[in-house]
């Protein structure tokens, strides 16, 4: 995690873009990210092309970390990725020129995105101190009942199991 978000800060990336299932390299960019104070973008899978375009030109996201072979970061990012792997699994890099970058508000860590299912998926800027400390509550709360293993059922880009599924867990020890 700490070579990633070296790497991170080397290359200059501001926002980092994810399409990635779930799994460990999703877990270290998401952690690497945050390392390097740098804001990230995870993108549900479920999403279409339109809908993950849409998402890496309203960020200004300058860096793509995608799975191999996802149809719609060839359409997004110009040029060749870079393959590469992070814990052990498959990646692509694409380096983006991004458009405009807008103007996020203070201390933002990560923007999460609506479903879209009633329209354009709108963006949503946190703090990383108001996800961890939902996250807190979540241990705090589920503490009685003694659970031991999560099993996650929903992508991670999903803010619920982002924060239940990973962060919650991670917070616990």
Do not use: Y
């Amino acid at each position: 995690m700490r070579s990633l978000a070296q790497r991170l800060r080397d290359q200059g990336t501001a926002v980092l873009a994810t399409a990635l299932d779930n799994g460990a390299a999703w877990v270290v960019a998401d952690l690497a990210a945050s390392e390097a104070g740098i804001v990230h973008v995870p993108l549900p899978l479920f999403f279409t092309a339109a809908q993950q375009r849409h998402a890496l030109r309203a960020t200004g996201a300058d860096t793509l970390l995608a799975a191999p072979g996802l149809s719609f970061a060839a359409d997004a990012a110009p040029g060749a990725p870079r393959p590469g792997t992070i814990a052990g699994e498959a990646v692509a890099w694409w380096p983006l020129a991004p458009g405009a970058r807008p103007a996020l508000p203070d201390g933002t860590a990560k923007i999460t995105f609506t479903s879209g299912t009633t329209g354009v998926p709108k963006g949503v800027c946190l703090r990383r101190d108001a996800m961890q400390a939902v996250a807190q509550g979540l241990v705090q709360v589920l503490a009685p009942l003694g659970i031991e293993r999560h099993l996650c059922v929903l992508p991670l880009p999903v803010l619920l199991e982002n924060i239940a599924g990973l962060m919650a867990p991670l917070a616990h020890g």
